[in-house]
């Protein structure tokens, strides 16, 4: 379908802005490497068939495989520097990621909890964020979809969609070889091949490995940590056998063998913490340094009490009622009730201060120094299997122009096992994770077909019409012990066992106890090797989430005139989602478990049964076992003003409105059995935004310049949002720190996003993205964790999105022509964002955060040699070269008086060469 093209007066406006002593020069004279990756048309499918990128009406970024080697994208995250109001942030453990665009997404590690920004993989979708992060290998480019996803693409994704585009067969050879070498034992290699076998097939063929040893020093295990090592492979056919038909099979395996994410911790206590720990009796003075400061600030504590017999031969904890995560003790002497003050001190006297210490020591001693006691561990594998067939009529047929019919199967499975000490000290406080004993700890599934019509009935006149099926199962643990526990409730599928109105377990039915095996699932090192018996402790999970969506769309594109087209969408989708899973209090051997020098977890950790009665399962741990259905239409509508002048190429103006649907789900950490006010907030419900845009388009100056740039306005209704709660009594379960998802009433989002692409010289290039972003709840009454059956007004306060306000994105870079026909490539790189408090929005209190961080800069450099042929190059590359201190991850929970966190990457040199042959790159 054809375009047409016209005059306007807006482009002189815009070329006045940008004086490029250029002439009518053209821009086919010498460019750097990025020009001619970032300047030249760029072919996408954001609209589910192949057009222009600089045509669509829509908010998109698109990263090209040159872009992403001229500017040093190694892995998919790493994007986020690039793209305005795109956010990839690490979260407390390795192998997830948090992705936002727009301020609208989450961390979710399941696929209980919807994602608010979507990622697929050559069109199929990832449902959460565990092991997304994967090698940029044999990608042929990474298109970000900004807004709501309602019409064509998968399941509703309100925020935005990031769509990976894997490289395909070609019918030439071609191979190419990457080594990278750079600090802190960073040593990767990527190899490619592409092969002809024959007039119809072609196979392409793709490894890497790339590891590095960490950049924190562990002082109680005397190593290095955060070590990364992962492998890669893709490989792909195409088989063509006449000009109609194409069909593509792709396998893809990542796998990922990684030290679990290293931290640190800072003591800040409040008077009333530092006020209940115990000591002999003698009133003392605590000393902490202020992170924020550098000041050694002073607490006096003035409790008394407590020797080491009251430990030893009274049997501490053992009969005298200390309650579940702290609470109460009760002298049996005196007969005087005191709060035991949190946890930590309840391994063994002194411990709290022990836990503070080992904080404030690791800070001391360096940015990179932490002191956790357990060797963690990832071990992640990700497989992707893709199966495309695709019928063109290549001409007229049936009364149309053209016509595509295209045939999508794929599946996509996750195997997760992993180790994390929370705590980041050898005081063995909270640690989690998934023993690899029995196969798997947490496992994923996921199956995908979409069929789909696109076709032209006239030259004005276009359409797209696709039906998409989508399922996906989690698994936490094999399952076993969940299906005894499911046998045994199935038989007391009446009252007593049910309330009245058969929704939660009756509290008043304790008569029911069996046995059933650890299976492999989630366990929790809440308090390892505790002097105190009862309370926090072990605990093993076992779950089971299905999630099944149906969808039908269509998508109509119509030239209403030579200057203006419209575009008209709509989707319906219907979702079932269903949610088993039990979190059993258990004791025993912990499988995380494990000191430096011992055998592996596997050989010494043999965990007991699990003895499920009422106090295990429904009150120290919990039980759920529920479903649901939401449907919903969502439509889109844009208008499209096409442009030209003497001034502008070509360009477009566009005004687009479009709606997202994000289903609803379960919150898994409630047990309405201890509060029975919070069983409604089991389920939540589905959100939806209302998305208002304006945006232009534009080549300039000969093909020299590239101007996107859009304003956007985005109304939500009933958002889901995380509320944190302070469980350190246990009220609401034995996780001491829980979060909640509820609906909140309105929120009302705003920004721009900019993206210039220039050759203002010959051989120079210039690039500029700039993001800004706003967002403000309109009215948000929450459930208050502090008054249950009550809420609070949080309106007024931003969402808590990781997203800074500000973000700009710029290169700089010159190719010099050298006497023997290479070329030498200076690259300047900036990145900039404005202040962000990483425990601000909802959760936000007086002040500034101990998570607070200031706006700040990272710089990177490349230097490219090339030769005349262009067959190889050789790099000189540095990533934050000016060492810049910024907040990777800060949790401000302040448990136990301690809040943690985690730097980004320091200063990195290093050096890439590159080899490349035959026609297919």
């Known amino acids: 379908m054809t375009t047409l093209r016209s005059a306007s007066g807006i482009g002189a406006l815009l070329t006045s802005a940008f004086l490029f002593p250029v002439g009518q020069a053209s821009a086919q004279q010498t460019q750097s490497a990025s020009a001619r990756a970032m300047l030249e048309e760029v072919v996408v499918t954001a609209r589910r068939r192949e057009e222009s990128l600089q045509d669509l009406p829509l908010s998109v970024a698109a990263i090209t495989a040159d872009t992403m080697q001229a500017q040093g994208v190694y892995q998919i995250e790493d994007i986020s520097d690039h793209v305005p109001n795109l956010t990839f942030t690490t979260t407390d453990r390795r192998g997830i990621q948090a992705l936002f665009i727009r301020g609208i997404g989450n961390d979710s590690t399941n696929n209980l909890t919807p994602v608010g920004a979507g990622l697929y993989i050559d069109g199929h979708y990832m449902p959460n964020t565990l092991g997304q992060m994967m090698s940029?290998?044999?990608?042929?480019?990474?298109?970000?979809?900004?807004?709501?996803?309602?019409?064509?693409?998968?399941?509703?994704?309100?925020?935005?969609?990031?769509?990976?585009?894997?490289?395909?067969?070609?019918?030439?050879?071609?191979?190419?070889?990457?080594?990278?070498?750079?600090?802190?034992?960073?040593?990767?290699?990527?190899?490619?091949?592409?092969?002809?076998?024959?007039?119809?097939?072609?196979?392409?063929?793709?490894?890497?490995?790339?590891?590095?040893?960490?950049?924190?020093?562990?002082?109680?295990?005397?190593?290095?940590?955060?070590?990364?090592?992962?492998?890669?492979?893709?490989?792909?056919?195409?088989?063509?056998?006449?000009?109609?038909?194409?069909?593509?099979?792709?396998?893809?395996?990542?796998?990922?063998?990684?030290?679990?994410?290293?931290?640190?911790?800072g003591a800040r206590p409040t008077q009333e913490q530092v006020d209940n720990l115990f000591h002999d009796g003698v009133p003392i003075d605590i000393n902490l340094v202020n992170p924020q400061t550098g000041l050694v600030e002073t607490y006096t504590h003035e409790g008394y009490l407590y020797t080491g017999t009251?430990?030893?031969?009274?049997?501490?904890?053992?009969?005298?009622?200390?309650?579940?995560?702290?609470?109460?003790?009760?002298?049996?002497?005196?007969?005087?009730?005191?709060?035991?003050?949190?946890?930590?001190?309840?391994?063994?006297?002194?411990?709290?201060?022990?836990?503070?210490?080992?904080?404030?020591?690791d800070q001391a001693m360096g940015d990179f120094v932490t002191s956790g006691e357990k060797n963690t561990f990832l071990l992640l594998d990700n497989t992707s299997i893709n199966l495309t067939t695709q019928w063109d009529s290549a001409g007229p047929i049936g009364g149309l122009d053209n016509l595509n019919i295209k045939l999508n199967l794929s599946s996509h499975k996750v195997e997760?096992?992993?180790?994390?000490?929370?705590?980041?000290?050898?005081?063995?406080?909270?640690?989690?994770?998934?023993?690899?004993l029995r196969g798997f700890g947490q496992q994923q599934e996921n199956e995908q077909l979409e069929l789909l019509f696109t076709g032209d009935v006239s030259d004005r006149l276009g359409f797209v019409v696709g039906v998409h099926l989508f399922q996906d199962e989690n698994f936490t643990g094999e399952g076993g012990c969940l299906r005894e526990i499911n046998a045994n409730i199935d038989e007391l599928s009446e009252p007593p066992f049910l309330d009245p109105d058969e929704t939660i377990p009756n509290p008043a039915y304790t008569g029911f106890e069996f046995e059933c095996a650890p299976d492999g699932g989630t366990q929790f090192d809440?308090?390892?090797?505790?002097?105190?018996?009862?309370?926090?402790?072990?605990?093993?999970?076992?779950?089971?989430?299905?999630?099944?969506?149906?969808?039908?769309?269509?998508?109509?594109?119509?030239?209403?005139?030579?200057?203006?087209?419209?575009?008209?969408?709509?989707r319906y989708t219907d979702e079932d989602r269903f949610f088993n899973q039990a979190e059993i209090d258990v004791s025993g051997n912990l499988c995380t478990h494990s000191q430096p020098g011992d055998p592996p977890v596997d050989e010494i950790c043999v965990p007991?049964?699990?003895?499920?009665?009422?106090?295990?399962?429904?009150?120290?741990?919990?039980?759920?076992?529920?479903?649901?259905?939401?449907?919903?239409?969502?439509?889109?509508?844009?208008?499209?003003?096409?442009?030209?002048?003497?001034?502008?190429?070509?360009?477009?103006?566009?005004?687009?409105?479009?709606?997202?649907?994000?289903?609803?789900?379960?919150?898994?950490?409630?047990?309405?059995?201890?509060?029975?006010?919070?069983?409604?907030?089991?389920?939540?419900?589905?959100?939806?935004?209302?998305?208002?845009?304006?945006?232009?388009?534009?080549?300039?100056?000969?093909?020299?310049?590239?101007?996107?740039?859009?304003?956007?306005?985005?109304e939500y209704e009933d958002k889901q949002e995380s509320i944190g709660i302070d469980n350190t009594d246990g009220r609401f379960g034995g996780d001491p720190n829980?979060?909640?998802?509820?609906?909140?009433?309105?929120?009302?989002?705003?920004?721009?996003?900019?993206?210039?692409?220039?050759?203002?010289?010959?051989?120079?290039?210039?690039?500029?993205?700039?993001?800004?972003?706003?967002?403000?709840?309109?009215?948000?009454?929450?459930?208050?964790?502090?008054?249950?059956?009550?809420?609070?007004?949080?309106?007024g306060l931003t969402i808590a999105d990781y997203s800074p306000e500000w973000t700009l994105n710029s290169t700089i870079e010159h190719a010099f022509q050298l006497g023997n026909g290479a070329t030498l490539t200076p690259q300047l790189g900036?990145?900039?964002?404005?202040?962000?408090?990483?425990?601000?929005?909802?959760?936000?209190?007086?002040?500034?955060?101990?998570?607070?961080?200031?706006?700040?800069?990272?710089f990177r450099t490349r230097l490219t040699y090339e030769p005349a042929g262009g067959d190889w190059q050789v790099s000189l590359f540095g990533q934050n070269i000016t060492d810049e201190r910024y907040l990777e991850r800060c949790n401000d929970g302040r448990r136990s008086g301690v809040y943690d966190f985690r730097y980004g990457r320091p200063r990195t040199w290093g050096v890439e060469f590159v080899y490349r042959m035959g026609e297919a790159r």
């Open 136 to 265: 940029t290998l044999d990608i042929e480019r990474i298109e970000v979809l900004r807004g709501p996803q309602g019409t064509l693409f998968g399941k509703n994704t309100t925020g935005g969609a990031v769509n990976i585009i894997t490289a395909k067969p070609a019918p030439e050879f071609g191979a190419s070889a990457l080594i990278r070498a750079a600090e802190f034992g960073q040593a990767d290699f990527r190899g490619m091949v592409n092969v002809p076998m024959g007039e119809t097939l072609a196979g392409r063929f793709s490894v890497s490995k790339e590891t590095i040893d960490g950049y924190y020093f562990n002082r109680t295990l005397n190593r290095d940590v955060g070590a990364i090592d992962v492998e890669a492979f893709a490989g792909s056919l195409r088989f063509t056998p006449n000009e109609n038909w194409t069909v593509d099979l792709l396998y893809r395996i990542n796998s990922q063998e990684d030290d679990n994410a290293p931290g640190q911790c």
């Open 310 to 361: 009251i430990y030893d031969e009274a049997g501490f904890g053992a009969n005298q009622g200390i309650e579940q995560w702290g609470g109460a003790f009760t002298d049996e002497i005196t007969d005087e009730e005191f709060n035991v003050g949190g946890h930590v001190e309840r391994l063994y006297p002194g411990a709290t201060l022990d836990y503070w210490n080992a904080c404030d020591t």
């Open 416 to 436: 997760y096992n992993y180790q994390q000490d929370r705590d980041f000290t050898a005081v063995q406080v909270d640690a989690i994770g998934t023993p690899p």
């Open 526 to 570: 809440r308090l390892g090797d505790r002097v105190v018996s009862g309370g926090p402790g072990l605990a093993g999970m076992s779950g089971f989430v299905e999630n099944e969506s149906q969808a039908i769309f269509g998508h109509i594109t119509y030239d209403i005139s030579d200057l203006w087209t419209v575009d008209f969408g709509v």
């Open 608 to 714: 007991s049964a699990y003895i499920v009665n009422y106090g295990t399962l429904l009150e120290a741990g919990f039980y759920n076992n529920i479903k649901a259905n939401y449907s919903e239409t969502t439509p889109m509508l844009s208008f499209t003003r096409s442009l030209q002048s003497d001034a502008i190429d070509d360009g477009i103006i566009y005004f687009t409105y479009a709606e997202g649907f994000l289903s609803g789900s379960f919150n898994d950490e409630l047990n309405p059995i201890l509060v029975p006010e919070i069983a409604p907030l089991l389920p939540y419900n589905p959100e939806h935004v209302f998305n208002y845009e304006v945006g232009f388009k534009g080549t300039l100056l000969d093909g020299r310049l590239r101007i996107a740039g859009d304003v956007f306005i985005m």
């Open 738 to 795: 829980i979060a909640i998802i509820t609906n909140a009433a309105t929120v009302d989002i705003s920004g721009i996003e900019l993206e210039l692409r220039a050759q203002p010289w010959d051989g120079g290039f210039l690039s500029l993205d700039l993001g800004y972003l706003n967002n403000e709840y309109g009215a948000f009454t929450s459930f208050d964790p502090d008054a249950p059956g009550g809420f609070e007004d949080r309106s």
């Open 830 to 858: 900036w990145y900039y964002q404005s202040e962000y408090d990483w425990v601000g929005g909802i959760d936000e209190g007086a002040g500034d955060s101990f998570c607070f961080q200031d706006g700040y800069s990272k």
